[in-house]
């Protein structure tokens, strides 16, 4: 597929977030034949923390932030 111009990294990237999103780490890895802990790498980007977020959120004034 290169050879007539598709990019293929970036729909394997996002077939591999999309499985992340649905299997456990574990199960992905023995499915992919890949590390466990490569399975998490891709589970983390499927699954963001919102810590950072919400504790900024919680800091900010009454009916600051928008809408």
Not at 14 to 20: C, R, V
Not at 23 to 43: C, F, G, M, Y
Not at 44 to 57: C, F
Request: aromatic share 8%; glycine share 6%; proline share 7%.
């Amino acid at each position: 597929m290169r050879r007539h111009g598709f990019r293929t990294i970036p729909a394997r990237s996002a077939a591999l977030i999309a499985l992340a999103r649905q299997l456990p780490s574990p199960v992905l890895a023995e499915l992919l034949n890949i590390h466990v802990h490569t399975a998490r790498k891709w589970a983390s980007y499927s699954q963001p923390d919102w810590t950072a977020y919400l504790a900024e959120r919680a800091v900010l004034p009454s009916g600051a932030g928008g809408s």
